[in-house]
């Protein structure tokens, strides 16, 4: 698909929109990744989404991390790794396995368990912050987000569970993610790249929207605490439903 015949200013400033939802969500709405995910796999594809979005996720990732890395060492972050990597070697498999229409609807399934995943841990907070700690979720959590990451970019959720399992502090949530998911993001460049799904095109595309990336995440910074949490969460939650369906069904 060559990504420069027939696109509009306007499939450019949605596609933008998409990378300002990224950088928000590096500011305390880690569901908020997902908008990202929905939009641009609509826009140029599930597959070649994946490309396009990568070099987004470091970009943000360099970004935060200096603001974050004072709240976590690399120490806890290398119970995961283990299991991350095994997951993002099945999802690497997958991905170059599999054809667009199945990336699709690989894709929005995803999307949707990550949504029932976020209720688990709204709805359920209190009572996983009193489970006990264990090798076994460790490596289920692990392999999830690995999995989760390299096919669509969308392992936050998953994440946010484990946190609240491993009895994270906000501060050490956020440190913790820092750390894990820049250098997650920084493994996944090649391995995409491998299957040409980081290529010239792509990387042009991730080019003109990085702007977007940088006015999230100073957005995000200055306004989190004004937008109510619970109307927002309701309308991120809508959108996700919707356009995880589509993209599974139609």
Known sequence: MDFFDDISVATWLIALFGAFSLGFSKTGFPGLAMVNVL???????????????????????????????????????LPLLPPIFVGLAAGYFLLDYIEEATARKGIGLIVLLMFALQLVRLRLGQALVKLPKSSGFTWSSGILIGTSTIMANAAGPVFSIYALVEKM??????????????????????????????????????????????????????????????????????????????????
């Open 39 to 77: 939009i641009l796999a609509e826009l140029f594809g599930a597959k070649q989404s994946v490309g396009i979005i990568v070099p987004l996720l470091v970009a943000c990732d360099l970004t935060v991390y200096p603001l974050f890395r004072q709240y976590s060492s690399w120490k806890a972050v």
């Open 169 to 250: 502090t906000k501060e050490t949530f956020l440190g913790v993610g820092a750390r894990c998911f820049l250098l997650v993001n920084v493994i996944k460049l090649p391995l995409v790249a491998s299957i040409d799904l980081i290529n010239a095109n792509s990387i042009k595309i991730s080019l003109l929207v990085l702007p977007g990336i940088f006015a999230g995440i100073f957005v995000g910074r200055k306004i989190i605490q004004l937008i109510p949490q619970k109307l927002f969460e309701f309308l991120l939650y809508g959108f996700s439903i919707v356009a995880g369906v589509r993209l599974l069904f139609f």
